[in-house]
């Protein structure tokens, strides 16, 4: 779905890129978000102070909150976990709530977006597995006797198939579900005050979104770290 | 916040998950039976062996969850 006029679409149509972004709205838009993260982290982290300013002030509160809640369901141990963790959680929110802003496009509606992120998660739970348990990570896909090999090695690789699938589809159809109402409310009931009450409930979607997807990323990492069952 | 409420989100996040993943679980086992079978010309075999697994896995995530909700 093409929005009718989206800001920096036109940008790249005037700098002579048109025919790149019209096919790729939703990488143009990853670019805004990310250079939205830069600045902002760029901005609290410029001068941080003991007695913090303001936007230090509020990216303190969301940073330990966040590790907080992380810390609390992964252990102390995974504590180093919590960069990644935190990136996916601010990039997706971002990428959630931008799609609000008339003219702006959220990245996260469009497949390729989410896949990418759901693949780099359940990839580095992998890499953590192999991490914390060596060769004796393939433990993980054998369950407990041998001869249930069989059985139990598809039915793992099934269901890590289904974690990429299950965290993209689900970040995706939301976003997407959420501008394809949008949409179709403002061509049907007028631009004004129908649609606002879908805005709103938007809100609480991105909010709702990003938090799913941070923390069943986070449940995955601790199982991975986990010893075999 | 609140420590009970912070367990009171995970639960309704990771539990709201659980039927996604149940779902989808069974749909690529079936896509992969399908896909196999015109790959080696046995047509139902794959299909019903894969789906089958693919059932299994969907509900081997309930079982965990099950066996989660019990040791919480």
Redesign the interface.
Known sequence: MEHPYLFFVKLFEAIGLGHFVHGNVHVLYMWVVMAILILLGWLAGKNTKLVPEPVQNVFEVLIS?LEE?MV??TGEEGRWLFPLAASIFLFVFIGNLIGLVPGFFPPTANLNTTAALALVTVVFTHVIGIKYHGAKYYKHFIGPVWWMIP?IL???L??H???I??LS??LFGNMMGHELVLGILFALAGAFFAPLPIMALGIFVALVQA??FF??SV?YFTGAMEHAH | ?KKET?KT??EL??Y??LG??VA??IF??LF?GIWLDEKFDTKPVLTMV?LG??I???F??LMIAAKRSRKL
Do not use: K, T
């Open positions: 909150g809640f609390e369901i059985i598809p039915i793992e099934i269901g198939a289904a974690r699938l299950s589809f689900r938090f799913v923390l069943l449940m | 916040m912070s989100i995970r996040a990771y709201s998950s996604l993943s989808l679980s690529i086992g992969l894969f697994l693919g299994a896995a969907g081997r995530n």
